[in-house]
């Protein structure tokens, strides 16, 4: 039997497995979920005993456990380590989701006329991770697994991963492989794949700035002393000059400036910017002056506010000039930016610019060091071949925008690269409300990550 008919007469059962495991809502973010954490740790552990692994582990850390599980066949073969997380973004604004979040449900869309996967963690990451385990029960079945495989499913991703990295720090020889394959990004379009190979890495931020000791009447004192949110919204003005380049001091020395033949290379990826405004319902875009819409959500470094309050929100009008104003920004980079460098680059450029009089507060959230690798590798041709198996065009080499902080680590601790075979889409809303994930994606990914297999020996 081939992979594919042995695929095709398993749909049901995988979608059925697939779905048990959705509708487990393991929120990392919200401790009322930690159960639910655990109990799709405990799902995962047990479809991998069923798939005949060994050395299934619930690895315990200090917040949501790592699953662990290993086939060792022989040592002398190579050893290929399976990345995922089995957490999943909340689902708030609950309003705008068309069906249960944690109820998966197929429905048709024009993009997916053959039907899509809607819930939470559909796409980023269950039904992605999940391919992996399907593909070694169809290696299981179609002649056996032809290399030593690890995989490591964690809790944490959404959460920034930090007990992972003390994880990996301290379990170096058990996660000792020779390539690690992840499937958490994306790829073209439904009938475009490719292969991710620069991720952006994430310093990420919260400002408190305080200006008098109270909230005050804001017609007894306005016009007499700065308002802290006035203020805030100023300084978050001027982190941008005309040109939308970052105006933070250093932001961009160690950037990484990409020849006009490789930014010519990297031009022919296919992108529509008129397909890509109708889906945003934007009639411009805007970024960094001299830079595709394409370099300036891959290559190219940004900042963004991604929340700003203080002051009088609820109901009706109140006159009042807030005590405090606060913000939550992150800022995006690339190779070879740093984010402890960056994050203190904008902590101290902040203080500098804060008005006198006023008391500014910064924390640090989490952060991540970008990603890039090569084409240049064994890995890197089998994958690139198992896609031509599947979608009868070599995958592009791509720079993905969004961040997974972790596969900087696994190179900087066990000094092993990654191979990013995404199947998901920018439609697939991932972290949005009606997050979702096409069949064909899911069983085209099954059947490509199968065939890497045969290729990688
Ligand atoms: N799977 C995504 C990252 C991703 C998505 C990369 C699409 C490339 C294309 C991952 O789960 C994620 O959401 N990462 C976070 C980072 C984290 C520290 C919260 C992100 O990028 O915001
Ligand atoms: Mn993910
Ligand atoms: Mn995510």
Not at 420 to 445: K, R, Y
Request: charge should be negative.
């Amino acid at each position: 039997m081939s992979f594919k008919e042995y695929i095709d007469s398993n749909k049901e059962r995988f979608l059925n497995e697939l779905f048990d495991l959705i509708r487990i809502p393991s929120v990392s973010a919200v401790s009322e979920h930690n159960n639910d954490t655990r109990n799709a740790a405990k799902f995962l552990f047990n479809q991998f005993k069923s798939l005949g692994m060994d050395n299934c582990e619930i690895c315990e850390t200090k917040g949501h456990p790592i699953v662990y599980a290993e086939k060792i066949i022989d040592k002398k073969l190579p050893t290929v380590l399976v990345y995922g997380h089995y957490d999943v973004q909340p689902v708030d604004p609950i309003e705008l989701w068309d069906t249960e979040p944690f109820e998966p449900t197929i429905k048709k869309t024009d993009i997916h006329p053959e039907g899509a996967i809607f819930a939470r963690g559909s796409c980023d990451d269950k039904g992605q991770m999940f391919m992996h385990l399907k593909a070694v029960e169809v290696l299981n079945n179609n002649g056996g697994l032809t290399c030593n495989m690890k995989f490591m499913i964690e809790g944490e991703e959404e959460i920034g991963s930090d007990n992972l990295e003390t994880f990996v720090k301290e379990n170096k020889d058990k996660l000792d492989c020779d390539i690690i394959i992840v499937s958490d990004t994306g790829m073209i379009n439904k009938t475009t794949p490719s292969i991710t190979v620069g991720l952006r890495g994430l310093a990420y931020l919260e400002v408190e700035l305080t200006g008098p000791n109270r909230d005050l009447h804001s017609g007894h004192y306005g016009g007499s002393v700065a308002n802290p949110i006035n203020s805030l919204a100023k300084m978050i003005a001027s982190l941008h000059d005309e040109n939308h380049k970052v105006t933070i001091p250093g932001f961009y020395d160690n950037v990484i400036e990409y020849t006009n033949e490789q930014r010519k290379k990297d031009g022919e990826i296919p992108f529509d910017i008129d397909e890509f405004k109708d889906s945003l319902h934007i009639k411009d875009v805007l970024g960094e002056k001299d830079y595709t819409t394409v370099e300036r959500r891959s290559i190219r470094p940004c900042l963004d506010v991604n929340g700003i309050w203080g002051g009088y929100t609820e109901e009706g009008s109140k006159t009042v000039i807030p005590s405090k104003a606060y913000a939550k920004i992150s800022m995006r980079l690339v190779s070879n930016q740093d984010w402890k460098n960056i994050s203190s680059l904008f902590s101290d450029h902040m203080k500098k610019i804060t008005p006198n009089g006023m008391e500014i507060k910064i924390n640090e959230h989490h952060g991540g060091q970008p990603y890039l690798t090569s084409t240049d590798s064994k890995a890197y041709t089998a994958a690139s071949k198992a896609y031509f198996e599947v979608f009868g065009k070599e995958p592009f080499a791509v720079k993905d925008g969004g961040s997974i902080p972790i596969i900087a680590q696994f190179e900087k601790e066990l000094g092993v690269k990654t191979i990013l075979m995404g199947f998901g889409l920018d439609s697939d809303a991932i972290h949005s409300p009606n997050e979702h994930f096409g069949l064909s994606n899911f069983f085209n990914g099954i059947e490509t990550i199968t065939n890497f297999y045969k290729f990688y020996k």
